[in-house]
């Protein structure tokens, strides 16, 4: 065992006080609203801090291990791409603000609104499947991080054939049944109260891991082992990245075209996109967003780039020796990549802070497996079993079948982990199963911004989807069985040819298809009319009082340009402006860098050295440290008041019981069949 006492007390304690706040969490569900949605009482430091734990994830972070320990600093600087497109997404509202303006408690709801329902249960069952089939790497991905970081002896057995890993099954019947208990306890309310109190807590924990990493490793040991990348593949410099093949530039121009093309799109957090007080509410928590993720993002960052010069230096031979030989232990250099940071902090943090640690580890697992198999269950109850239904379900029905849905999605994923055989990096894999949901971006934009997509357009667009998608899944798995063919034909070569592809270039091809295949079909079986977009984003005669509140003030073109509306207070306007200065001076530095790249591959000037590229690291770091310590605590306040907001909310709200995502003739089930008149 890798931890010591004082490390599982951390993290027994930790688990247990949050056992205790999930229960007193529950006595506020009480109806289908509150279990998909939280019924819209989430306030903006709330949606920031819970979602944001969401987003990483513990095999998102063993993802983004794999990936920094291969490729150094240089993602973070590719990622700078993101600053001018993320910008306009957040502060227009960009697909999120309309989404919540319908009401809808899933995207396939409102696609039944804007659509159809034929295509609400199509778009059900494939949202479904994809996210069923990458949830369900998840807990063994994760499972193994605890495991081989913790140090607990690894046993297995055969079963029918199989070769089982019988400790990562405990542990992942052991996590994964705390993750559902959550999750089907009390729905979105569970779920976004205990991954606040998580998120409350790693805000914490992830200053304490960060100082202790820039402490135990000098900044000159970092850049020495970064040093000693091959040539033309260095972890400083991104544009010497020449013989880098997976995290590449192309990595990162296919992840921002799916930004801006399938935003939303992935419904792993659906609770939360509709969870909002009101839709400016909803803004301001992706607003804010930016900041809470700093010292996170430095955390993800300088863990792997610290154990890869933990691994690569002399000076720290013999305190690492013993990694090598814990990873011999794995069947497969694929895990064995996967598991060398995971194994490395065994052996790099001191006692205490490898308990603080494991309880990151352990909340990243929990918000994430919690969320997802709550979103995924009900999606399948909400969009292929509600619409066939004539008469509504009673709340309690309704909200027991959505709980036996999430059960089934968290044991399906327990036994696929034990049977699925990892080809590739986790990054390539959510790449893949996420392009069978390639249809949606085409789908979703098409639906909100263009009054003439028709549902023949839509079907297009999600056929074209997951049939190409599952059709590379499927050559990943039997390609490696033909290799042997002595006699190899066109076809096996052609097998070879696609599977040598990495997923992230096979999904943007997936997403173009797509996107073609909507517009194409959406003009030739066009409606002249259109839809009638105010009804289904309740504007104009169609308001919802209390949705908008407006205030009398002048917007100047500084402010338009930004994404200002008259629905920004002062405060909300100054967290608009930081985020823009502060981001366009991260891309004003990516495209300084750039050009002074351009200029000295003419010989204009010097080229900048891996000593010059280490300074600018240095300070991107510190500079996230400077403005992420005080944002810490600002954070951590914030969701702490936001969730006795919402208990608040949630003891005195009056219940609708046909707020339960039925639609009747594109409309809410919640309003009148007849459109009010006009005054």
């Not at 049944?177 to 205990?194: D, N, R």
């Not at 033909?482 to 190899?488: E, I, P, T």
């Not at 200065?581 to 790249?597: E, K, P, Q, R, S």
Request: aromatic residues 14%.
């Amino acid at each position: 065992m890798n931890l010591e006492l004082v490390d599982w007390l951390i993290l027994g304690l930790s688990t247990l006080g949050l056992a205790a706040f999930s229960i007193y969490s529950v006595r506020h569900m009480k109806g289908v609203a509150d279990f998909l949605v939280a019924n819209r009482c989430a306030g903006r430091y709330l949606l920031s801090v819970a979602r944001g734990m969401v987003g990483i994830g513990a095999v998102s972070a063993v993802a983004s291990f794999e990936m920094h320990y291969q490729a150094g600093f240089v993602p973070s600087w590719w990622q700078l791409m993101y600053i001018p497109l993320s910008v306009i997404i957040i502060l227009t509202g960009y697909v999120y603000y309309r989404f919540r303006e319908t009401r809808a408690l899933t995207m396939a709801q409102f696609f039944e609104m804007r659509y159809s329902k034929p295509l609400r249960i199509y778009a059900g069952i494939i949202t479904w499947l994809s996210g069923v089939l990458n949830f369900a790497i998840f807990p063994i991905v994760e499972a193994r991080f605890l495991i081989w970081f913790c140090g607990i002896p690894v046993h297995y057995a055969n079963v029918l054939g199989f070769q089982i890993d019988v400790t990562a099954a405990a542990v992942m019947v052991l996590t994964t049944g705390i993750s559902l208990i959550f999750a089907t306890l009390g729905g979105q309310i569970t779920v976004m109260a205990t991954d606040a109190a998580q998120g409350v807590f790693c805000l914490f924990a992830y200053l304490f891991i960060v100082f202790f990493l820039l402490t135990r490793f000098s900044w000159v040991d970092i850049t020495t082992a970064l040093k000693m990348a091959p040539e033309h593949a260095s972890m400083l410099n991104p544009y010497d990245t020449a013989k880098v093949r997976d995290f590449n530039i192309w990595f990162f121009l296919v992840t921002l075209f799916g930004m801006f093309y399938g935003y939303m799109s992935w419904q792993g957090g659906a609770g939360y996109q509709a969870a909002g007080v009101t839709p400016h509410e909803q803004k301001m928590g992706a607003v804010i967003s930016n900041w809470r993720g700093l010292v996170q993002t430095i955390m993800i960052v300088m863990i792997p780039i610290c154990a890869y010069a933990f691994l690569h230096l002399p000076k720290y031979a013999e305190a690492s020796a013993p990694v090598e030989k814990v990873l011999q232990q794995l069947p497969t250099k694929t895990l064995q990549t996967q598991m060398r940071v995971p194994v490395a902090l065994a052996y790099m943090l001191p006692a205490g802070l490898k308990g603080l640690f494991a309880t990151v580890v352990l909340f990243f697992l929990i918000t994430t497996q919690d969320t997802y198999m709550h979103s995924w269950g009900a999606i399948f109850i909400q969009d292929v079993i509600l619409p066939f239904r004539k008469k509504p379900f009673t709340p309690k029905q309704h909200v027991n079948l959505i709980r036996l849905s999430i059960i089934f999605v968290g044991v399906f994923a327990i036994l696929f982990g034990l049977l699925y055989r990892q080809t590739e990096y986790v990054f390539m894999f959510f790449a893949i199963t996420g392009a069978i949901v390639s249809g949606l971006g085409a789908c979703i934009v098409g639906g909100i911004y263009w009054s003439r997509g028709t549902p023949a357009g839509a079907f297009v667009a999600l056929t074209l989807g997951w049939v190409l998608a599952l059709g590379r899944i499927v050559l990943q798995q039997i390609g490696p069985h033909f290799k042997d063919v002595a006699n190899r034909g066109m076809l096996l070569r052609a097998m070879d040819y696609i599977n040598g592809i990495n997923s992230q270039i096979v999904w943007f091809w997936i997403m173009v298809t797509c996107l073609v295949g909507y517009v194409v079909t959406s003009l030739l079986t066009r409606n002249e009319e259109g839809f009638c977009m105010d009804r289904v984003l309740h504007r104009g005669k169609y308001a919802i009082e209390g949705e908008h509140v407006h205030r009398e003030s002048p917007r100047s073109l500084w402010q338009r340009m930004v994404g200002v509306t008259e629905e920004f207070s002062t405060v909300d306007r100054i967290w608009a402006y930081a985020l823009v200065i502060w981001n366009m001076g991260w891309l004003a530095a990516f495209l300084i860098g750039t050009g002074y790249y351009i200029l000295g591959t003419f010989g204009y000037v010097p080229r900048m050295s891996q000593d010059g590229w280490s300074k600018f690291w240095k300070i991107w770091v510190w500079m996230q440290l400077f403005i992420g310590v005080p944002v810490t605590f600002l954070f951590a306040a914030g969701c702490i008041f936001d969730l006795r907001d919402m208990f608040r909310r949630l003891r005195t709200l009056v219940r609708n019981a046909a707020d339960d995502g039925r639609v009747i003739h594109h409309h809410l089930a919640t309003e009148s069949d007849e459109p009010p008149r006009a005054e």
